[in-house]
């Protein structure tokens, strides 16, 4: 896997962690760990996709574009992890999906960062690492 799917899926895992840490500090984690569980999955899916849309220039790495596929992936993982661990699709599906798209900009963003720092590093460890065996990547 390349250093931008990697960074998606971990990115994804970090996000599920802090909801868990919260959730648990308000005294509610064991009856929103499926829950947890199912977004965060969904999200690694969605981070991993978006990282690989980067690798293969079908979307720009940019700010713009990122906040754009969040917009639209947030409330298709929000449906999804109501279908996996909720009442299946809610009543209000559309007021449901308009409202996970306006969290999902900011969410993007936030993403996006973070996102951005993991692959980076991701990067250069896989640089140092290639220069350290004389240019071969996999070894």
């Known amino acids: 896997m390349t250093p931008r799917v990697v960074a998606g899926v971990f990115t994804a895992l970090v996000a599920g962690g802090l909801m868990a840490a919260l959730t648990a500090s308000a005294g509610g984690l064991t009856g929103s760990a499926p829950g947890i569980v199912a977004l965060t999955l969904v999200l690694a899916g969605a981070g991993a996709t978006y990282g690989w849309l980067v690798d293969t220039d079908r979307l720009s790495g940019g700010f713009g574009s990122g906040i754009l596929f969040w917009t639209a992936a947030l409330p298709v993982a929000r449906i999804a992890q109501e279908v996996l ?8 599906v559309l007021a449901f999906a308009v409202y996970q798209a306006l969290v999902g900009g900011a969410f993007g963003l936030g993403f996006l960062l973070l996102q951005n720092q993991v692959s980076t590093l991701l990067l250069i460890v896989r640089t140092k690492r290639a220069s ?3 240019g071969r990547v996999d070894a």
């Open 85 to 92: 661990v909720g009442d299946g699709i809610p009543d209000g």
């Open 132 to 134: 350290a065996h004389g």
